[in-house]
């Protein structure tokens, strides 16, 4: 059975940083792409990074650039999602997600993704 779950969420004030982890069961990441995504209330899920299964490639919103880090670990099953000069509109749940094969132009797609974890709440805040 195919499960994700995400941690590392909290209360941080603006300027700070949080690494959000995603921990895989049931498969291997050297298969999967997996996504972070994020939703603010009333708001839809947007797309924050995602990294490849065959070369480990990464994308990024326009939002998140040069702030956000996405990584994995094969060896741990799991993806972090380093998250640097945290400001308040960063504020939302975060989701990753997985799926077998996303052409790099629809990473940030949600309804391609297949699997999804339970979410993990992140409030930039002073």
């Known amino acids: 059975q195919l499960q994700l779950v995400e941690s590392g969420g909290g209360l941080v004030q603006p300027g700070g ?5 995603c921990a895989v069961s049931g498969f291997t990441l050297d298969y999967y792409v997996i996504g972070w995504f994020r ?14 299964s065959s070369d480990g490639s990464t994308n990024y ?50 309804r391609l993704y297949d699997y999804w974890g339970q979410g993990t709440q992140v409030t930039v805040s002073s």
Do not use: H
């Not at 940083?17 to 982890?21: I, N």
């Not at 939703?39 to 490849?52: F, H, M, N």
């Not at 919103?61 to 099953?77: E, L, P, Q």
């Open 39 to 52: 939703q603010a209330p009333g708001k839809e899920r947007e797309g924050v990074s995602s990294i490849s």
């Open 61 to 110: 919103a326009d939002s998140v650039k040069g702030r956000f880090t996405i990584s994995r670990d094969n060896a741990k099953n799991t993806v972090y999602l380093q998250m640097n000069s945290l400001k308040p509109e960063d504020t939302a749940v975060y989701y990753c997600a997985a799926d077998r094969w996303i052409a790099k132009i629809n990473w940030g797609l949600a």
């Open 17 to 21: 940083s949080l690494r959000l982890s």
